[in-house]
């Protein structure tokens, strides 16, 4: 492939990559959240505490808040600056894995693990979700890939220490990114390698002094600043939010050890099979090379899948540090696949087409009062293209692999898996109604001033604040901003009563309500004005009362 292509196809793949960025609302909950933590950020000017809803959050670290902020400085306060963290460290990833690949296992098998990364269902939907798991699993799949360059036979002491020191950053942002497993992951992964090599030796070859030296300085600056400022972060931060949420189901996410098998064959289509014959050919030795980075890949792989399955707590995300080791494998498979088993293996990923298309003619099964059928029926026109494009473009990457054009037939299918992805993300803002406060917030401006009291009752939205632009005062809700309210109580309406004192008390004011609260208040004869409503929210305002 000549350099003026890969030029091209690089443009075209980021052009795709970032083009639905701002189409789409933000989601409750997540989107929401990490779009207005960096947000108050912005607007406070201290950006040591994080805080949401003008309460302090501790659950993760400030890294991916710094980076948004530094994205609404740059750039303001959007829905695409709130979700471009996320759409880089994944496009960065993709990138990534060419490069490592090329240096590991050849310029075919790095160009073959891009493909595999850049279209993979979940890599694709995480990548366009402001979360925080695509920024983690970035780093911490960077400190894998500079290990692997570090102890690769062709590298001498100079390139050693600089890839291992660079393994040693990454680490430390994926520590500044979601916590201790950006160093528990890794450190096991290593651990059961020397183990099972036997390479007592490579313990040598981490420059552990050095490294530990720059993980530390590049950590330890905020740790200290943000205990300093509030001493209770550290127990919350280190005890509870790492120890208690693995071991127990406080969180409500607890699902069975099995959770994230089907996770991970729907999360790499349409390279499933040939994901599976690749893990089933990666344990094997390869006696021409001292470090076995195949084996390592394999292990590290293994170390995510297993730790989150043993976790209580479960996402579908949480196993996504592994997708780019996943790639690696299964591009290096894919340069030794004749095209008859090429063309076998690329075709039963149309069945997700079929299958997305078999669901269709009863979407509305999946409606509820929340999400009315309407605007399923509206999703359900994206997934029909989707389908439809699925089933007819892996059949013709099947026939161009049976033809003998197998480089051709991947990137075809790799154009699918992106597209598809794309596809299934962006009908989703046919729900954005339901699932995002977009549009009822742009109904409640007119009637909002500058300085309004405005009170969230028995309810939290995780995305009006970013939309509105101010926080809240919670009412009696408090689920994950309980810790914060037990530090800052003066900021917290504990019961109804005190709530229906302190309305009564206000000449103007607004309120966000769930429907039952809003009956309840109704029937008490609360003085209120309804301002807007939909499936999910109800805002009131304070009647005004004339002066005598």
């Known amino acids: 492939m000549t350099r003026r292509l890969q030029v091209i196809l690089l443009v075209v793949f980021g052009l795709v ?15 929401g959240r990490y779009a207005e933590i960096p947000r108050e950020m912005v607007a406070s000017g201290d950006w040591t505490t994080p805080r949401l809803n003008d309460i302090k959050y501790f659950e993760k670290p400030a890294l991916q808040y710094w980076a948004t902020a530094t994205a609404y400085t740059l750039f303001g306060e959007h829905q695409w600056t709130a979700r471009l963290w996320s759409a880089l460290t994944g496009f960065l990833g993709v990138l990534m894995v060419f490069f490592t690949g090329r240096r590991l296992f050849g310029a075919t098998a790095g160009w073959y693990a891009a493909l595999v990364l850049g279209s993979s269902l ?23 890939c500079a290990f692997l360059l570090a102890q690769h036979d062709a590298a001498d002491a100079r390139a050693r ?10 680490l430390a942002l994926a520590l500044l990114s979601k916590g201790l497993i950006g160093l528990v992951l890794p450190g096991a992964a290593l651990v059961l390698y020397i183990v099972i090599e036997r390479d007592w030796r490579l313990a040598g070859r981490l420059r552990l002094v050095a490294g530990t030296a ?8 905020w740790f200290v600043s943000v205990s300093l400022a509030n001493p209770e972060f550290f127990h919350f931060f280190f005890i509870h939010e790492h120890f208690e949420r693995f071991l127990t189901r406080e969180h409500g996410r607890y699902q069975p050890p099995y959770y994230f098998i089907p996770v991970l064959l729907a999360g790499m289509l349409p390279w499933t099979i040939t994901l599976i014959d690749a893990l089933a050919r990666a ?6 090379r001292r470090f076995q980075a195949q084996r390592f890949l394999l292990l590290w792989a293994a170390v995510v899948f297993v730790f989150f399955s043993a976790s209580s707590s479960k996402l579908v995300s949480y196993i996504l540090p592994m997708f780019p080791a996943l790639a690696l494998l299964t591009g290096v498979r894919l340069t030794q696949l004749r095209k008859r088993a090429l063309a076998w293996q690329t075709l039963p990923a149309a069945l997700a087409g079929i299958a997305l298309l078999a669901l269709l ?3 509305e099964r999946f409606a509820s009062r929340e999400v009315p059928a309407e605007l399923f029926r509206d999703y359900a026109v994206w997934l029909i293209a989707a389908g439809v494009l699925e089933i007819a473009g892996v059949a013709t990457c099947a026939w161009l692999a049976s033809r003998g054009r197998s480089a051709s037939a991947l990137a075809l299918l790799a154009a699918v898996g992106l597209v598809f992805a794309q596809l299934v993300l962006s009908g989703h803002e046919s729900l954005s109604r339901a699932n995002s406060a977009y549009h009822i917030a742009q109904k409640i401006k007119p009637e909002l001033k500058p300085g309004m009291p405005f009170y969230s009752v028995n309810t939290y939205d995780q995305s009006l604040q970013f939309y509105l632009q101010r926080s809240t005062t919670m009412v009696v809700y408090k689920d994950e901003l309980g810790f914060g309210i037990e530090q800052e109580p003066g900021k917290f309406i504990p019961d109804f009563p005190l709530f229906e004192k302190t309305w009564n008390a ?8 769930s429907p039952d609260a809003y009956e309840m208040f109704r029937a008490k004869g609360l003085p209120m004005r309804l301002v807007a409503r939909d499936t999910r929210r109800i805002i009131v305002a304070r009647r005004l009362v004339a002066n005598p």
């Open 17 to 31: 990559w970032f083009s639905n960025l701002e189409y789409r609302k933000l989601v409750n909950p997540d989107e």
């Open 122 to 144: 979940l890599w694709v939907l995480i990548g366009h979700v402001n979360t925080l798991d695509m920024g983690v699993s970035f780093f911490l799949s960077a400190a894998v």
């Open 161 to 170: 220490t600089r890839w291992m020191l660079t393994a040693w950053a990454a």
């Open 214 to 221: 720059l993980l530390l300085a590049l950590t330890l600056p």
């Open 283 to 288: 344990w094997k030795r390869d006696p021409q």
């Open 361 to 363: 003619p009863g979407i």
């Open 506 to 513: 206000e000449r103007e004011a607004l309120a966000l309500m």
